[in-house]
Nanobody, 126 residues
Protein backbone atom coordinates (compact mmCIF):
# COMPACT_ATOMS: atom_id res chain seq x y z
CA UNK A 1 0.00 0.00 0.00
CA UNK A 2 1.33 3.41 -0.95
CA UNK A 3 1.84 5.66 2.03
CA UNK A 4 3.26 9.11 2.58
CA UNK A 5 4.15 10.23 6.09
CA UNK A 6 4.97 13.84 6.96
CA UNK A 7 7.05 14.87 9.94
CA UNK A 8 8.92 17.87 11.26
CA UNK A 9 6.07 20.22 12.06
CA UNK A 10 5.79 22.14 15.30
CA UNK A 11 5.65 25.52 16.96
CA UNK A 12 8.20 28.13 15.88
CA UNK A 13 8.61 31.85 16.41
CA UNK A 14 8.30 34.30 13.51
CA UNK A 15 11.54 34.41 11.58
CA UNK A 16 12.40 30.86 12.56
CA UNK A 17 12.93 27.75 10.46
CA UNK A 18 11.57 24.24 10.16
CA UNK A 19 12.31 21.34 7.86
CA UNK A 20 9.45 19.08 6.93
CA UNK A 21 10.03 15.55 5.69
CA UNK A 22 7.81 13.38 3.53
CA UNK A 23 8.75 9.72 3.70
CA UNK A 24 7.32 7.13 1.34
CA UNK A 25 6.58 3.52 2.14
CA UNK A 26 5.29 0.82 -0.12
CA UNK A 27 6.77 2.44 -3.21
CA UNK A 28 9.89 4.23 -4.42
CA UNK A 29 9.63 7.96 -4.93
CA UNK A 30 11.81 7.99 -8.04
CA UNK A 31 8.79 7.62 -10.33
CA UNK A 32 6.63 10.28 -8.71
CA UNK A 33 6.29 14.03 -8.83
CA UNK A 34 5.85 15.25 -5.24
CA UNK A 35 4.10 18.37 -4.01
CA UNK A 36 3.68 20.14 -0.71
CA UNK A 37 0.35 21.73 0.11
CA UNK A 38 -1.06 23.52 3.12
CA UNK A 39 -4.43 24.37 4.55
CA UNK A 40 -5.10 26.94 7.23
CA UNK A 41 -8.34 26.97 9.24
CA UNK A 42 -11.16 28.45 7.20
CA UNK A 43 -9.06 28.67 4.06
CA UNK A 44 -8.78 26.64 0.90
CA UNK A 45 -5.90 24.27 0.33
CA UNK A 46 -2.91 26.00 -1.23
CA UNK A 47 -0.12 24.52 -3.33
CA UNK A 48 3.23 25.42 -1.79
CA UNK A 49 5.99 23.71 -3.78
CA UNK A 50 6.51 20.77 -6.09
CA UNK A 51 9.48 18.86 -7.42
CA UNK A 52 10.01 16.74 -10.50
CA UNK A 53 10.95 13.08 -10.35
CA UNK A 54 14.64 13.76 -10.81
CA UNK A 55 14.63 16.86 -8.63
CA UNK A 56 15.86 18.95 -11.53
CA UNK A 57 12.73 21.08 -11.73
CA UNK A 58 10.79 22.76 -8.97
CA UNK A 59 7.97 25.25 -8.67
CA UNK A 60 6.82 27.34 -5.72
CA UNK A 61 3.97 29.63 -4.84
CA UNK A 62 4.78 33.33 -4.89
CA UNK A 63 3.97 33.53 -1.18
CA UNK A 64 6.93 31.27 -0.29
CA UNK A 65 9.48 32.02 -3.01
CA UNK A 66 12.84 32.90 -1.55
CA UNK A 67 11.87 31.42 1.83
CA UNK A 68 10.95 27.77 1.21
CA UNK A 69 13.05 25.19 -0.64
CA UNK A 70 11.87 21.78 -1.78
CA UNK A 71 14.34 18.96 -2.34
CA UNK A 72 14.39 15.22 -2.60
CA UNK A 73 16.69 12.36 -1.74
CA UNK A 74 15.52 9.41 -3.76
CA UNK A 75 18.05 7.15 -2.08
CA UNK A 76 16.30 7.87 1.22
CA UNK A 77 12.87 7.81 -0.39
CA UNK A 78 12.19 11.21 1.16
CA UNK A 79 11.22 14.71 0.05
CA UNK A 80 11.96 17.75 2.18
CA UNK A 81 10.56 21.23 2.56
CA UNK A 82 13.00 23.65 4.17
CA UNK A 83 11.07 26.61 5.51
CA UNK A 84 12.97 29.74 6.53
CA UNK A 85 11.86 33.21 7.63
CA UNK A 86 8.55 31.79 8.77
CA UNK A 87 5.62 34.14 9.22
CA UNK A 88 2.39 33.79 11.20
CA UNK A 89 0.52 33.47 7.91
CA UNK A 90 2.47 30.26 7.20
CA UNK A 91 0.53 28.58 10.01
CA UNK A 92 -1.33 25.61 8.54
CA UNK A 93 -1.45 21.85 8.25
CA UNK A 94 1.12 20.86 5.66
CA UNK A 95 0.57 17.85 3.42
CA UNK A 96 2.78 16.09 0.94
CA UNK A 97 1.26 14.38 -2.05
CA UNK A 98 2.33 12.30 -5.03
CA UNK A 99 1.06 12.43 -8.58
CA UNK A 100 0.25 9.20 -10.37
CA UNK A 101 3.23 7.05 -11.27
CA UNK A 102 4.95 8.30 -14.39
CA UNK A 103 3.44 11.78 -14.47
CA UNK A 104 6.15 14.27 -15.28
CA UNK A 105 4.66 17.72 -14.78
CA UNK A 106 5.29 19.49 -11.50
CA UNK A 107 2.08 21.38 -10.64
CA UNK A 108 0.65 23.20 -7.63
CA UNK A 109 -2.89 22.01 -8.35
CA UNK A 110 -3.97 19.55 -5.70
CA UNK A 111 -6.41 17.89 -8.09
CA UNK A 112 -3.44 16.56 -10.07
CA UNK A 113 -2.27 14.52 -7.08
CA UNK A 114 -3.37 11.01 -6.24
CA UNK A 115 -1.70 10.02 -2.97
CA UNK A 116 -1.76 12.13 0.18
CA UNK A 117 -0.17 12.03 3.60
CA UNK A 118 -2.01 12.74 6.84
CA UNK A 119 -0.44 16.14 7.36
CA UNK A 120 1.73 17.84 9.96
CA UNK A 121 0.85 21.00 11.85
CA UNK A 122 3.07 24.07 11.54
CA UNK A 123 2.33 26.95 13.90
CA UNK A 124 4.23 30.22 13.67
CA UNK A 125 3.62 32.35 16.73
CA UNK A 126 5.45 34.34 19.36
Amino acid sequence: QLQLVESGGGLVQPGGSLRLSCAASGFTLDYYVIGWFRQAPGKEREGVSCISRSGGSTSSADSVKGRFTISRDNAKNTVYLQMNSLRPEDTAVYYCAARRRGASLCTLNGEDYTYWGQGTQVTVSS
